[in-house]
């Protein structure tokens, strides 16, 4: 699934190319991308025609487009393959389109989700006081946000007993960061991600913070992390970070800070890579 700095690019694709337009019509080719909006298809489109989009907003991995004469968003929800692309009027229907949005201006170009797997979806939604799709409320602020609570952050990992890396993933603690991130972020703190979260110190929490937040900017600045086709910007085009990963992928390859071959494990049917050198595994108690 995409993470903080893929959502990020998508998102500034989205306010350079598609804020501001007004939408003329919405057509849906596939029910199961508008499932999250109750009131269905034909509802969907009705109620975003006529509306100008807003400069588009994102909280952690969630990204949304504010209808700028309503109190609502079209929250998109991109899942395992799940794409916005600004293609021009002219180009090919890819295979696997889903919803299309024209816009009533000259620029030639049209707003397209297309998603190979039909995980994901576009819904409409009421905002909070805050601007957010009611819907994710619940979200924590990520660790790009200004707003975002060091302290806060800190306190809440002293009083969640649980491991780093399940608490990195709690979304409602910390959003944005993913399985990729979570990784290279431990790994560049040698941290294990068994590690309780009970004896963290500020010391260790703020030097793991700032990891985290390095290593999302230097996604962001190389367009993200693209494994496969499916995860792509508005104009289609492969993020290039996992040739900069130090962990996450590398079963078996030297560590780039002591040269001990990196392990992977099963974790939460996903899967961690760490350094059993440079990332001791925590002792268990008696």
């Known amino acids: 699934m995409p993470e903080l700095p893929e959502v990020e690019v998508v998102r500034r694709g989205l306010e350079r190319w598609v804020a501001h337009r007004t939408v003329a019509e919405t057509e849906v080719l596939h029910p199961r991308a ?14 975003l025609k006529g509306h100008h989009i807003g400069t588009p907003r994102r909280r952690g991995k969630y990204l949304w487009l504010p209808l700028e004469e309503t109190n609502q968003s079209v929250l998109a929800h991109l899942g395992m393959s799940g794409q916005l692309l600004v293609q021009p009027h002219e180009t090919a229907d890819e295979k696997h389109l889903r919803i299309r949005v024209r816009f009533a201006d000259s620029l030639g170009t049209e707003l397209r989700f297309v998603d190979q797997r039909t995980f994901g979806g576009l819904s409409l ?8 799709p009611d819907v994710i409320a619940h979200i924590a602020r990520d660790p790009l946000d200004p707003l975002f609570d ?23 603690l910390i959003s944005g960061v993913g399985n990729i991130y979570a990784d290279e972020a431990l790994w560049r703190a040698r941290i294990h991600y068994e590690r309780p979260t009970a004896n963290f110190t500020r010391p260790v929490t703020a ?17 993200g992390t693209s494994f496969d086709s ?11 970070f996992d040739r900069s990963l130090d962990a996450y992928g590398r079963e078996g390859e030297p560590c ?16 961690s890579y760490f350094c059993p050198t440079c990332q001791r595994a ?5």
């Open 34 to 47: 508008v499932r999250r909006h109750v009131a269905g298809a034909d509802d969907f489109a009705h109620r």
């Open 125 to 132: 939604h009421d905002n909070t006081p805050d601007g957010l």
């Open 150 to 172: 060091d302290e806060a952050f800190h306190q809440a990992l002293r009083r969640k007993r649980t491991t780093i890396k399940r608490a990195l993933l709690d979304q409602s």
């Open 207 to 223: 030097e793991l913070l700032g990891h985290i937040r390095d290593v999302m900017n230097a996604a962001l600045a190389v367009g």
């Open 230 to 240: 499916l995860y792509v910007n508005v104009n289609g085009e492969s993020g290039y």
């Open 256 to 271: 780039r800070r002591c040269g001990t071959p990196m392990r992977r494990r099963p974790w939460m049917n996903r899967s």
């Open 282 to 286: 925590p002792r268990v108690s008696s």
